[in-house]
């Protein structure tokens, strides 16, 4: 981990303000949704889906744009279905969605033709990116996994705010004090990832206390646990950002901040789904 010093260092530009908003928005939606019903809440992630996959596809200069925003699509069409129509099945109906995407991505290259360059680069953003949008729906599930008239629903809107507010608070500690940072170039820190986790859990006791399954202390330590983590996958979106290329267009720099947010949200459900049903009575 690297102090922060007056030397000068070639920083990667990161928007934190920008992906504050974003989170505060994408956050707000989630929320809303989960509370409201299951149906709301699909809607929602397909919402979240598509803005992801946009920012990533072009935020990150994609090779192979249009096939990596079809397979994606596609990726979180299947995903929201599978887990809609089997919800029996848990997120091993989500195995049929990435059994089926990786030779769409082999095809994808093979089609490709003439521009059939940076293959690597490709394979993998395309990889990541049906990850993330196949991840998201895993909020639907656990959604299902709370049986009552409003426990899922207040489980998930608990979650949801607990990460979007660690989030939140980790970008508004890092644009005042960005230490002791991972990297000189890179503008983000251990303070902000711990900051994040104590707002984690002090959501999470507020939302999840009076219920059942998250008594003494179980719902403080399950915010807690997604603040760190949802803070430690920002970190890594950060590093994301200075290893990718300089998007060409103005539009493309201008959805980073998307990306910033919307990946971690997304990478995070299927953790807090295992954690939520690992840690209740």
């Given at each position: 981990?690297?102090?922060?010093s007056?030397?000068?260092?070639?920083?990667?530009?990161?928007?934190?303000?920008?992906?504050?908003?974003?989170?505060?928005?994408a956050?707000?939606?989630?929320?809303?949704?989960?509370?409201?019903?299951?149906?709301?809440?699909?809607?929602?992630?397909a919402?979240v889906q598509?803005?992801?996959?946009?920012?990533?596809?072009?935020?990150?200069s994609?090779?192979?744009?249009?096939?990596?925003?079809?397979?994606?699509?596609?990726?979180?069409?299947g995903?929201?279905?599978?887990?809609?129509?089997?919800?029996?099945?848990?997120?091993?109906?989500?195995?049929?969605?990435?059994?089926?995407?990786?030779?769409?991505?082999?095809?994808?290259?093979?089609?490709?033709?003439a521009?059939r360059?940076r293959?690597?680069?490709?394979?993998?953003?395309?990889?990541?990116?049906v990850?993330?949008?196949?991840?998201?729906?895993?909020?639907?599930?656990?959604?299902?996994?709370?049986?009552?008239?409003?426990?899922g629903?207040r489980?998930v809107?608990?979650?949801?705010?607990?990460?979007?507010?660690?989030?939140?608070?980790?970008?508004?500690?890092?644009?005042?004090?960005?230490?002791?940072?991972?990297?000189?170039?890179?503008?983000?820190?251990?303070?902000?990832v711990?900051?994040?986790?104590?707002?984690?859990?002090?959501?999470?006791?507020?939302?999840?206390?009076?219920?059942?399954?998250?008594?003494?202390?179980?719902?403080?330590?399950?915010?807690?646990?997604?603040?760190?983590?949802?803070?430690?996958?920002?970190?890594?979106?950060?590093?994301?950002?200075?290893?990718?290329?300089?998007?060409?267009?103005?539009?493309?720099?201008?959805?980073?901040?998307?990306?910033?947010?919307?990946?971690?949200?997304?990478?995070?459900?299927?953790?807090?789904?295992?954690?939520?049903?690992?840690?209740?009575?």
């Amino acid at each position: 981990m690297a102090p922060v010093s007056d030397a000068a260092v070639d920083e990667v530009e990161l928007n934190h303000l920008g992906s504050l908003a974003v989170t505060l928005l994408a956050g707000a939606l989630l929320f809303g949704a989960a509370r409201a019903s299951a149906v709301a809440l699909l809607v929602a992630i397909a919402v979240v889906q598509g803005a992801l996959a946009v920012a990533w596809v072009f935020g990150t200069s994609v090779p192979g744009r249009k096939g990596a925003l079809l397979i994606a699509a596609l990726a979180a069409a299947g995903a929201d279905v599978a887990v809609s129509r089997w919800p029996a099945g848990q997120l091993g109906v989500l195995l049929v969605v990435f059994g089926l995407a990786v030779p769409a991505m082999f095809v994808h290259q093979l089609m490709r033709g003439a521009a059939r360059v940076r293959l690597v680069e490709s394979l993998g953003g395309v990889a990541l990116i049906v990850m993330a949008v196949a991840a998201l729906p895993a909020l639907l599930q656990l959604r299902h996994e709370f049986t009552g008239p409003t426990l899922g629903g207040r489980v998930v809107a608990g979650v949801v705010a607990a990460a979007a507010g660690a989030l939140v608070v980790g970008y508004l500690v890092d644009l005042m004090l960005a230490a002791p940072r991972f990297d000189p170039a890179v503008s983000r820190g251990l303070l902000a990832v711990v900051a994040s986790a104590g707002l984690g859990g002090s959501v999470g006791h507020l939302m999840l206390r009076s219920d059942a399954e998250f008594l003494d202390g179980r719902g403080a330590f399950t915010g807690a646990a997604l603040g760190a983590l949802i803070a430690f996958f920002a970190v890594g979106v950060a590093f994301i950002e200075r290893c990718a290329p300089t998007p060409p267009s103005g539009l493309a720099r201008r959805v980073r901040p998307v990306l910033s947010s919307l990946l971690p949200l997304s990478l995070l459900a299927p953790v807090a789904f295992v954690l939520c049903l690992a840690i209740r009575v």
